[in-house]
């Protein structure tokens, strides 16, 4: 079965500054990886994804995640941190065999932005 | 449209009561699905509908109650829950393949469950 941890269940930041979530995932196979922002009172959106191919993945709002086998690593980052970043982060794997669809989520990161 | 829309947004309900929570989308999606989210946890996956049959019940007791009328519509019906059963609900849709079902959850704002 497939899993992810996310270090880090709180992350503060200044605005402009660098934004790094980092996510570690576990399966025997090469997993389909997800992001999803939670804004307050809200459902879960997803960010971005990456399934196969190129392993630097480009999302929404300007966040981008690195796809690292070698470290079984999905990190996300932004450049620069907005105040509306502030939100709660899922990382998210699920499988790639047709009876392996459930999404697995981490436990989550709580972002807040300081001006 | 790219919406997923629940109501009620926000629910006090009793021990006896029973009530239903109500979900749909117009994306052309045939997998819904019902998740359930304590307050700073993730989502926790109920119950998943692919074309309109009930593929996955995570073991959710029987006080809760899925039903997949059509293909834009999900509703849960709710009866002597109890106070730990407070917590958002969710539903989420996604494109479905036949005995593969597409990733890519869109998510409504969820309705806000307290049981008294």
């Known amino acids: 079965a497939q899993s992810v941890t996310q270090l880090g269940s709180h992350v503060s930041v200044s605005e402009g500054a660098l934004v790094l979530l980092r996510c570690n995932y576990s399966?025997?196979?090469?997993?389909?990886l997800f992001w999803y922002v939670q804004y307050p009172n809200q459902g879960l959106q997803l960010l971005l994804k990456?399934?196969?191919?190129?392993?630097l993945v480009k999302g929404i709002n300007g966040f981008e995640a690195e796809f690292k086998k070698s470290e079984t690593s999905f990190h996300l980052t932004k450049p620069s941190a907005h105040m509306s970043d502030a939100a709660e982060y899922f990382c998210?794997?699920?499988?790639?065999?047709?009876?392996?669809?459930?999404?697995?989520f981490g436990a989550g990161t709580t972002v807040t932005v300081r001006a | 449209d790219t919406e997923v829309t629940q109501t009620p947004k926000h629910l006090v309900m009793g021990m006896t009561n029973k009530k239903s929570l109500k979900c749909e989308q117009h994306?052309?999606?045939?997998?819904m699905y019902w998740y359930k989210q304590k307050a700073k946890k993730p989502p926790e996956l109920m119950f998943v509908?692919?074309?309109?049959?009930?593929?996955i019940n995570e073991s959710v007791p029987s006080r809760f109650s899925p039903e997949c009328p059509n293909s834009s519509l999900l509703n849960l019906h709710l009866h002597a829950l109890q106070p730990e059963d407070s917590a958002l609900y969710l539903c989420?849709?996604?494109?479905?393949?036949?005995?593969?079902?597409?990733?890519?959850?869109?998510f409504g704002s969820g309705t806000q469950l307290s049981v008294l």
């Open positions: 399966s025997s196979v090469p997993p389909y």
């Open positions: 990456y399934t196969t191919g190129a392993t």
């Open positions: 998210a794997v699920s499988g790639v065999g047709s009876n392996d669809y459930k999404l697995s």
């Open positions: 509908y692919s074309y309109e049959k009930l593929s």
């Open positions: 989420a849709s996604s494109q479905a393949i036949r005995d593969r079902i597409n990733e890519k959850l869109f």
């Open positions: 994306m052309g999606h045939r997998a």
